[in-house]
């Protein structure tokens, strides 16, 4: 089981390849949101071993907590989280005339950018919490920050919260047919809620389903976007 999180993040990887390549109208957000994410996976520390604790390439999540198939799967949900909606509901993106942001509700645009990360800090520093609850309440209070600065996005951050867990449970679950017994081995379950579903720890789904509401509406919040019907 040594190369199965290398493996598995270089799938999630080649589904971002299939999309960009295939996409040309959605190449610009995938790349720029791809690249705001990658650094996140500099975070792994912060979960392992309390979260997890998998094999890894030349074993440097054993040494270091450090490992380079984070930085390979945060670069691409990242900009799968950012598009998935996009494609399935066929819309495109425009920019915000400057007229329109100055609206009472933008006056905390950039603090409203900030949310998560200051939410978890708070939670990581103050609470006892297993950081990945720290993660995923911090993901929720800033789509909910979101939906106040840009109700507009409402449908996308919702929407995208369901459709990028269900990707996410795909994905999730296509590695226990080969390996039954991983998240077993390598998930500190005893640290969690010890809930399953279908063999996926509940707090993977809530991660999905946090980080596809908050990054799905992302870049039309970061550029100043809004969607708009794709023309056929």
Request: aromatic share 18%.
């Amino acid at each position: 089981m040594q190369y199965v999180w290398f493996i598995w993040s270089l799938i999630i990887l080649l589904l971002w390849v299939i999309i960009y390549m295939s996409k040309k109208g959605v190449r610009k957000e995938m790349l720029k949101m791809s690249l705001i994410t990658m650094p996140f996976g500099l975070t792994e520390p912060l979960f392992v071993p309390e979260y997890w604790f998998p094999p890894s390439l030349f074993d440097l999540a054993e040494k270091t907590s450090f490992d380079i198939e984070s930085l390979i799967f945060s670069f691409a949900i990242g900009g799968i989280g950012t598009v998935l909606y996009n494609l399935i509901f066929k819309r495109s993106l425009v920019e915000i005339p400057h007229t329109e942001r100055t609206h009472q509700s933008h006056r905390l645009h950039i603090y409203i950018l900030f949310t998560p990360v200051i939410v978890f800090i708070i939670l990581a520093l103050f609470t006892s919490l297993n950081h990945i609850y720290c993660g995923v309440i911090a993901l929720f209070i800033g789509g909910l920050a979101t939906l106040y600065c840009r109700p507009d996005l409402k449908g996308k951050i919702w929407v995208g919260g369901i459709l990028f867990m269900v990707l996410y449970f795909i994905y999730f679950g296509s590695i226990l047919p080969f390996y039954p017994l991983y998240v077993e081995l390598y998930w500190n379950l005893d640290n969690l809620t010890h809930i399953l579903l279908l063999g996926i720890p509940i707090e993977e789904l809530l991660f999905a389903f946090t980080f596809g509401m908050y990054w799905s509406g992302l870049y039309e919040h970061l550029y100043w976007r809004k969607l708009i019907k794709a023309k056929a």
